[in-house]
């Protein structure tokens, strides 16, 4: 990770800019390696250490928590559009995902299969 200070070369019609971020992840995802980098603007000055810890801790809560609701429980695909109901189901889908994550699930796919058709698994996550 880089962060960049010194913005002197930069159009100042970019208001508020304080730095520049370089972020390159290596790694390997289903058997083949990747290289990827990102860069960030922020209107803040920081070290590397805060803007990684910031940066994780953001991520951290895509992956456990946006993803698995898009994605798991296909939260884009609803079509529940009108008043406060979207904003009712996004909050018991996170509460649902609470519920399985306190009750030891890691995976939600898994919990999903395992107590689904069964309600006295289902009534035992409330107790």
């Known amino acids: 990770m880089e962060v960049f200070d010194d913005l002197t ?9 304080k730095s520049l ?12 390696a990747y290289r990827q980098v990102v860069c960030y603007i922020n209107s803040i000055v920081a070290t590397a ?3 990684a810890h910031g940066i994780r801790g953001h991520w951290g809560i895509e992956n456990r928590l946006h993803w698995v609701k898009d ?13 406060k ?5 996004s909050i018991m889908r996170a509460i649902a995902l609470n519920l ?3 009750n030891g699930y890691a995976s ?10 069964d309600i006295d698994k289902l009534l035992a996550l409330v107790e």
Do not use: C, Y
């Open 21 to 32: 971020i370089r972020v390159e992840r290596v790694g390997t995802r289903t058997g083949k």
């Open 49 to 51: 250490k805060e803007f």
């Open 9 to 17: 070369a930069i159009n100042s019609q970019w208001t508020g800019i």
């Open 85 to 89: 109901a979207p904003a009712n189901l």
């Open 100 to 102: 399985l994550r306190r």
């Open 71 to 83: 994605v798991v429980l296909n939260e884009d695909n609803s079509t529940i559009r009108m008043g």
């Open 108 to 117: 939600i796919t898994i919990a999903q299969r395992f107590i689904s058709h």
